[in-house]
């Protein structure tokens, strides 16, 4: 099955590149929108209530913060 992942990111982010990391690390594909430069991605995530990056929504839904911790992420993506 084919999910649809998207990682909110910013320049000289530090969490965001911990994230892509782990996605890549883990072989999840997914696309990149700079929150900086796409005015449409972020009021998405501003919408979600998401005011910081990382954002990562996974199917339509949108996560941030505590729920982008490790445990989360291998819960939502587990190792194959």
């Given at each position: 099955m084919s999910r649809q992942v998207v990682v909110y990111s910013t320049p000289l982010?530090?969490?965001?590149?911990?994230l892509k990391g782990w996605?890549?690390?883990?072989?999840?594909?997914?696309m990149?929108?700079?929150?900086?430069?796409?005015?449409e991605?972020?009021?998405?995530?501003e919408?979600?209530?998401?005011?910081s990056a990382p954002a990562?929504?996974?199917d339509g839904r949108i996560l941030s913060g505590p729920a982008l911790a490790t445990d989360k992420l291998e819960a939502l993506f587990p190792a194959s």
């Amino acid at each position: 099955m084919s999910r649809q992942v998207v990682v909110y990111s910013t320049p000289l982010c530090a969490p965001c590149e911990r994230l892509k990391g782990w996605l890549n690390r883990r072989g999840v594909p997914f696309m990149v929108r700079d929150l900086m430069l796409d005015q449409e991605a972020a009021e998405r995530v501003e919408a979600a209530g998401v005011m910081s990056a990382p954002a990562l929504e996974v199917d339509g839904r949108i996560l941030s913060g505590p729920a982008l911790a490790t445990d989360k992420l291998e819960a939502l993506f587990p190792a194959s």
